[in-house]
């Protein structure tokens, strides 16, 4: 009888915890036996396919048809519904995200479409204050410190928009070499050409190599975190029209004097190049993962299924983007893109050399109905492997010399060599650069950009072996920075801004106890996050309560309209109380939880995944239980954090030996290690090459930044299957964007 009811018990906690409540709320629940788990039993119907599926979006199916004035906010927590055919809805991250930048007609009290792009970008900032996927734990100030010898850091300093990878152009140096040397304490993987292939998430040492090396776009970023179109250098004219189907048509016209560092001429087909490649099924199998750039991107057409001379797969052109002449281009964004608040970045096209993409010999055409590529970039090998798809992928992974020398770069340096060894990397000016949007070339001869260790970077610093140390953080680190400078008669100067983004504990949502919000919120509430953020800024900083920048125009606008965010005050009492009211009341053997040792909560056999079964601390000594047909998973943390990290160090205390952690039943498990293994841990995929194909870790510590005027976080909450590997940003399926079909 006791196990009848602790079953029943189970099942109403379970549903309890997705967000399910009892029947004076039945108006919000579609499916009362349904959990996000449960997701992989059913299939995923989408608009092109006529919604044939058991499930789909919230937004997929009724996004387009929303406006801001239909929302409905809880005064109390101020969390968002809509009713739609006498349903009530609650609204999630992925409808939240997409609304913000693809829904921004004014309606009702919103004037402006910048009033309704902040009114939704409220309401999302609620929403993920509310589910937590990640607990930021300090803001801090930045300061740069610098050689002297560097000149031009006063007159062009960086700021959250504008690092010193970016800022340098508009430097010189009065080295002997004309060179100087970046550190960063995130580790170059060398894969510098297209950071981001293979990965959900390149790191910033990678990206910042890229920033220096690809240049010449059609639309760049500026210093103040805006974008606009670069006429100085680039574009010689740019137009938009408006279709009668409701798509979009920007025509590009390029200046026809532009040339890649080898010399070359840069004409339209570099442009449309890496674009057209990336909706192939080369491409997809170059980066052994399904590639979804059309249906992303908006463009008009298909993704091209064809498959080499001769196939019936699918069509061969893409209609969406056209070659006009030789210096002209084109390319329509569908009517649901349109509308794109940040429209602006369709434009943002680089050029690459076509050989490298295209393999020797290989052209792009247009008929005039699309672009399309030449028969023999299809063509296969004896096992039926595309021989340009192992092109693709050494080109944008292989990290020798002999690889980054095979082909021409487009930005002001190029990369001479890289040291993998020690993560160094040299650059070199690139003479055929003509400029950035302002018409700078670059003026520095050589940078060498290395990877550094915070505590030693002061000493390889006053040794001459950094002229720069960016983004100085914490109270001992900035007091020794600001020190060294001050005492140094001019020797050395530095720079100061606020941070556009915080340190944070990182979850994966999808895996393990971490996937649940109560336990997110549980850990949220067992910190002191105030004064984590004081012990570990020395005072230079402070916290913050969700993915925000406080200079930025859309917090100030969601601010005067009366945002609402729980900020986790700490309490051991309240985190054993989210965590009670989710179900975490057991034992390993699934009687009830007395107050001692680890808390376990119960899952059903038909909802519990592989990965959660084989859930286990680091050292075995607790796993997932299996007791007559139900899975009783511990509550149990196993963190993944970098090191050497001030950071990681401050959370050994802060968390893993927090007593509020340990009065609510909870176990911190630590391992340590560089920042590339961490990153397949958390993508639980080898992008690096670590990943061991067991999951382990669902909390990791990192950081997150907002230096871009674009806010878009658009797919990247997604719940479609179909993009979720690719973008999901928090790998958080929000069980409110979840419409049953059936």
């Known amino acids: 009888m006791k196990k009848l009811v602790a079953l029943f018990l189970t099942l109403a906690m379970v549903l309890s915890m997705f967000g399910f409540a009892g029947a004076d709320e039945a108006a919000i629940v579609e499916s009362p036996e349904f959990t996000t788990m449960t997701l992989k039993n059913y299939t995923y119907g989408d608009k092109a396919n006529n919604f044939e599926g058991d499930y789909t979006s919230l937004y997929e199916k009724y996004g387009a048809t929303v406006t801001i004035a239909d929302v409905e906010e809880d005064e109390e927590t101020g969390l968002a519904y809509i009713t739609v055919d006498g349903e009530k809805h609650e609204l999630g991250l992925d409808f939240l995200t997409m609304a913000m930048v693809y829904n921004n007609t004014p309606a009702g009290d919103y004037a402006t479409e910048d009033d309704v792009y902040a009114a939704w970008w409220r309401l999302y900032i609620t929403r993920w204050n509310y589910l937590l996927p990640e607990v930021p734990l300090y803001s801090n100030e930045y300061y740069d410190l610098y050689n002297a010898q560097i000149k031009g850091v006063e007159e062009h300093p960086t700021n959250p928009f504008w690092n010193p990878a970016r800022a340098l152009l508009d430097w010189t140096s009065e080295k002997e070499d004309n060179s100087i040397i970046l550190g960063s304490s995130t580790e170059l993987s060398g894969q510098f050409r297209v950071p981001a292939f293979g990965k959900s998430s390149p790191g910033s040492s990678d990206n910042d190599v890229a920033a220096l090396t690809s240049g010449l776009a059609t639309v760049t970023n500026t210093k103040e975190g805006g974008y606009v179109w670069d006429e100085v250098t680039v574009v010689d004219s740019h137009e938009e029209t408006l279709n009668e189907d409701g798509s979009l048509t920007f025509t590009i016209k390029i200046k026809d004097d532009l040339k890649l560092s080898d010399g070359s001429p840069v004409t339209a087909k570099n442009y449309i190049v890496s674009s057209l490649v990336s909706t192939t099924p080369v491409y997809t199998q170059a980066a052994s993962r399904e590639t979804n750039a059309v249906s992303t991107l908006g463009w008009k057409g298909a993704y091209q299924l064809y498959t080499g001379p001769g196939s019936e797969a699918g069509v061969k052109e893409l209609a969406g983007i056209r070659l006009i002449d030789d210096y002209t281009f084109s390319y329509t964004v569908t009517a649901d893109y349109a509308n794109y608040f940040y429209k602006i970045t369709y434009g943002a096209f680089s050029p690459e050399p076509l050989a490298a993409w295209l393999g020797e010999g290989n052209d792009i055409f247009d008929d005039g109905n699309g672009c399309y590529l030449s028969d023999g970039f299809y063509a296969k090998d004896e096992e039926g492997n595309y021989i340009q798809a192992a092109n693709i992928k050494k080109l944008c992974t292989d990290i020798s010399d002999e690889n980054y020398a095979a082909y021409p770069w ?333």
């Open 410 to 742: 487009s930005g002001p340096y190029v990369v001479k060599s890289y040291d993998n060894t020690d993560s160094t990397a040299t650059l070199v000016k690139n003479e055929y650069y003509k400029g950035n949007y302002e018409g700078v070339v670059p003026q520095i001869g050589t940078i060498i950009y290395k990877k550094t260790v915070d505590a030693t970077q002061i000493e390889d610093f006053k040794a001459g072996g950094l002229d720069v140390i960016a983004a100085i953080t914490g109270g001992a680190a900035t007091d020794d920075a600001l020190k060294l400078a001050d005492e140094s008669e001019g020797k050395y100067v530095y720079t100061h801004y606020s941070r556009a983004g915080y340190g944070k504990l990182g979850f994966r949502c999808d895996y393990g106890p971490a996937q649940f919000r109560s336990v997110r919120a549980a850990i949220a509430l067992c910190m002191d996050r105030a004064q984590f953020a004081k012990d570990f800024t020395g005072g230079y900083g402070g916290v913050v309560d969700g993915p925000y920048y406080t200079g930025s125009w859309m917090y100030k606008a969601a601010m005067d309209q009366g945002m609402m965010l729980d900020s986790y005050a700490t309490s051991a009492d309240a985190a054993i109380e989210v965590l009670e009211e989710d179900g975490w009341v057991f034992n390993a053997d699934g009687t009830p939880y007395a107050g001692e040792g680890v808390r376990y909560k119960a899952i059903p056999a038909d909802v519990i995944n592989d990965n959660d079964k084989a859930y286990k601390s680091v050292d075995g000594a607790y796993k997932t239980e299996e007791v007559d047909g139900v899975y009783y998973m511990p509550l149990v943390i196993n963190w993944y954090g970098t090191t050497p990290n001030e950071f990681t160090d401050l959370l050994q205390t802060g968390f893993r030996e927090n007593d509020n952690v340990k009065k609510a039943g909870m176990v911190v498990y630590n391992t340590l290690g560089d920042f590339a293994p961490m990153l397949d841990e958390l993508y639980q995929q080898a992008a690096y090459g670590y990943y061991a194909g067991t999951p382990m870790y669902c909390a990791f510590n990192f950081a997150t930044g907002f230096n871009s005027a674009v806010y878009d976080y658009a797919f990247y909450m997604t719940i479609d299957p179909a993009v979720y590997d690719d973008y999901s940003n928090y790998y958080i399926k929000d069980y409110a964007d979840v419409l049953w079909l059936k």
